[in-house]
């Protein structure tokens, strides 16, 4: 099925660092959902969006739903060494009835 | 309790044997999913059970078979599986009706190696 564009595919930052993802589409998405998994496990929720502009925040994290509806970022301020995992964006693109579509995934490694 | 509970967590079968899959959610949601996710890969759908109703199919191949005895459970039947078929395979949830219903919660999953 259709995937989202998902940038960077990865990351090596330091310690402290702030990081930022995002996803792009080349259709409207009507929810924007941000994963994080780590090896082995399932994927976890992080944040969810609702609506255009929306803005919320999650602890260090912080993601937006694009004004356009067709793409989202997820900002990680002061990485620590838990936040290596892989972060995946998902969205629906109607009312949810359809199934999620996901982002390639962006690899995430901290560098203490 | 927002868990998404699957069995067993590692799973190795030969070619000619038949196993199952379970997973359990307890959070009323009335919609479940089987998920199957390679290395380095975003999880890829294979079903969508919607109010214990089989809704979707993505043309997976007729050895997996799915099952929703109920609304908390769901079942994968594996059988002649191809070393392929070797996965990652996720079971997830989410609520039906209400603003939030789109926010799908996964498992742990169960790692699938098909010798």
């Known amino acids: 099925g259709q995937q989202l564009n998902q940038s960077p595919q990865s990351m090596f930052i330091q310690e402290g660092e702030d990081v930022s993802m995002n996803c792009t589409s080349s259709?409207?998405?009507?929810?924007w959902l941000w994963y994080k998994q780590d090896p082995g496990e399932g994927p976890v929720l992080l944040i969810a969006?609702?609506?255009?502009?929306e803005l919320t925040s999650n602890g260090r994290l912080t993601a937006q739903f694009g004004i356009t509806r067709k793409d989202s970022f997820l900002n990680i301020s002061a990485s620590i060494p838990s936040d290596v995992g892989i972060y995946f964006c998902a969205g629906h693109r109607n009312s949810g009835n359809t199934p999620l579509v996901f982002g390639k995934g962006t690899r995430l490694s901290v560098i203490a | 309790d927002t868990e998404v509970t699957q069995t067993p967590k590692h799973l190795v079968m030969g070619m000619t044997n038949k196993k199952s899959l379970k997973c359990e959610q307890h959070m009323g949601h009335r919609a479940m999913y089987w998920y199957k996710q390679k290395a380095k890969k975003p999880p890829e759908l294979m079903f969508v059970y919607s109010y214990e109703k089989l809704s979707i199919n993505e043309s997976v191949p007729s050895r997996f078979s799915p099952e929703c005895p109920n609304s908390s459970l769901l079942n994968l039947h594996l059988h002649a599986l191809q070393p392929e078929d070797s996965a990652l395979y996720l079971c997830?949830?989410?609520?039906?009706?209400?603003?939030?219903?789109?926010?799908?919660?996964f498992g742990q999953g169960t790692r699938l190696t098909v010798v």
């Open positions: 969006l609702y609506k255009a502009g």
């Open positions: 997830a949830s989410s609520p039906r009706g209400g603003t939030r219903n789109t926010e799908a919660f």
């Open positions: 259709s409207i998405f009507n929810t």
